[in-house]
């Protein structure tokens, strides 16, 4: 017996941005804020498509979305949101902007604030939330197709979540072609972050069924397709692949949540400024090797899904695929100490994710898989 939900409509393909207009919730849509880092948007002419797309109505553009949105940049979006009042939003581009745009387009109706909500201080929505619609430009994150939003606090460097069944978003436009402009380092990032959803939703003990299936096929298509991808980055069929691997993933995981790897992830980021996907791949082999005991014939089938016949050559797969994508595998190439290990501890060994885990970890344990990775 086993549930699986996902509300979220999906076109996929390449060509869908430029008929954005006619999907979900922009169909009828009267006025739209565009949640967008800017910069790249801008650069690639994103942006400027897609308010011609939607000339049917109003955009106003939010374009200020930082790297790892924090606090400040979600509540000048709500603020935004409710003076020009807006019924849809928009977010265009990499997981960042996906996480504001879900937190914006969820709290600007609610009386409750952002603090409430983390805090754990409100219970439930109180309206509807607007209509969100999310059209990702990088592979990796599946964001356009859970149900959380990241929101970080710089102060404190650290990472909280922001869910609800209601974030998810009403339609994902998926077009491969956006991704043409990724460059290698983000290329590699994000798809290691995609490798790293579906692993861990297939090893999950929440996994069922249908998140096997979906993390199996964005397992194998990770690993026909990211080198390629990252070493030749106008291949569309290698763009077509990893979408599509980032999109089976964020499918798989939104169902069973991530675990060790990602628990681990956020302090790498928050205190070093190491990449997300990249801050989940460092501990991924150790992972796989951990858990390989408590998996029996199901961590069979996942070496087979990395292309391997057992576990163990599973592990040395993943540490190739991060010499390939000239990623290092040591903690002290990206100015991490031994003595730090303990506040990645602090941070970072958190039940909500760590529960997850196929075999029980202890934090010593976790200390001693982060002191051979040093």
Not at 131 to 154: K, M, N, Q, Y
Not at 170 to 194: F, K, M, Q, R, W
Not at 196 to 205: D, N, P, R
Not at 279 to 299: D, I, K, P, Q, S
Request: hydrophobic residues 40%; charged residues 20%.
């Amino acid at each position: 017996m086993f549930n699986y939900f996902n509300p979220t409509a999906i076109c996929f393909g390449r060509g869908q941005f430029d008929s954005a207009h006619r999907r979900g919730e922009l169909k009828g849509a009267e006025k739209v804020l565009l949640v967008t880092d800017g910069t790249a948007m801008r650069r690639f002419g994103y942006s400027d498509r897609l308010k011609e797309n939607l000339s049917h109505c109003e955009v106003v553009e939010y374009d200020s979305v930082p790297a790892n949105p924090d606090f400040e940049c979600v509540r000048q979006g709500i603020d935004l949101a409710r003076r020009e009042g807006i019924t849809v939003v928009v977010a265009l581009g990499g997981g960042s902007s996906m996480d504001a745009g879900k937190a914006i387009a969820f709290l600007s109706p609610q009386s409750a604030s952002l603090d409430d909500y983390l805090a754990g201080g409100a219970v439930g929505a109180s309206v509807d939330r607007l209509g969100f619609v999310a059209i990702p430009t990088t592979s990796g994150t599946g964001s356009e197709v859970t149900p959380w939003a990241s929101i970080w606090d710089r102060d404190k460097r650290k990472k909280y979540s922001l869910a609800d069944e209601r974030m998810f978003p009403d339609c994902a436009i998926v077009d491969p072609s956006l991704t043409l402009s990724l460059p290698p380092e983000i290329t590699a990032a994000t798809g290691l972050d995609a490798l790293c959803h579906a692993v861990e939703a297939y090893w999950s003990l929440n996994s069922q069924p249908v998140s096997d299936f979906l993390a199996a096929g964005a397992i194998e298509l990770v690993g026909n397709h990211l080198v390629g991808a990252y070493r030749d980055g106008d291949n569309i069929e290698h763009r077509d692949g990893m979408s599509l691997a980032s999109l089976l993933a964020g499918l798989a995981f939104s169902n069973t949540k991530t675990t060790a790897c990602h628990s681990i992830s956020y302090p790498l980021t928050a205190r070093f400024d190491i990449p997300h996907g990249i801050a989940c791949a460092l501990t991924l082999g150790a992972m796989l090797a951990f858990n390989g005991e408590a998996l029996g014939a199901r961590g069979d089938r996942l070496a087979g899904f990395l292309g391997c016949d057992d576990i163990e050559s599973a592990v040395s797969s993943i540490g190739e695929l991060l010499e390939k994508l000239n990623v290092s595998p040591r903690l002290r190439d990206y100015g991490i100490d031994k003595q730090d290990i303990d506040a990645i501890l602090d941070d970072g060994f958190t039940p909500d994710r760590i529960g997850h885990n196929p075999r029980t970890i202890t934090r010593g344990e976790m200390q001693s898989i982060l002191e051979a990775l040093h």
